[in-house]
């Protein structure tokens, strides 16, 4: 799928205008899981300001989870679960991949338990094409359609494809800080 991004701002006297139009700067179509994809379409650490940012913000290999107040936004292709069970595919390089193009989401993952993950954020997204299932704790799952959306509230989770062509979903992380209780994020971040 390419991805056009459009960037509006303000100019020096404050007229709006656009900033950029042009492909996402940063997509990176995994080689060792065919059909598995990510397009970086922004990418904010932390709060947001009216000043455009001076240079791309966004990058090939930098995070994907933004910090407390930070807000990121991208496009993720998901392979069916079938291509993990191709007799081709290396597990070892399909990880080893993963960990250089997405590392915090990498390092978030369980390792007993491939896929599950819990992220220091609050992830809006909606399934764009597609089919996906989205499997919490304890083996509890839904299935999702195109127009879907989900509200993920840093719980542990994982997406499972069990069709046999990709899944396309967008989402908005958006980073945490603790709650009202002032309990830290539950994994300890």
Known sequence: ???????????ARGKSVFLSDGAVPHRHDFQFLPGQAQSRV???AGPSVTTPPGDEPTSATGPVIPGPGGASFVIVEY???????DPRFDAERA???FARYAPDIAAASDPAEPGMHRTPSVDYGVV???????ELDDGAQTLLTRGDTIVQITGRH??????????????VLTGTVEDAAGNPHPNGH
């Open 1 to 11: 799928m390419k991805v056009r991004r459009v960037v509006a701002g303000n100019d």
């Open 158 to 171: 994982a997406w499972r494809n069990k069709s046999e062509r990709p899944a396309t979903l967008a989402f």
């Open 128 to 134: 764009l094409d597609g089919e996906i299932w989205l």
């Open 79 to 85: 392979a069916p679960d079938s291509a993990v069970d």
């Open 95 to 97: 990880d080893a991949e």
């Open 42 to 44: 922004w990418f904010a």
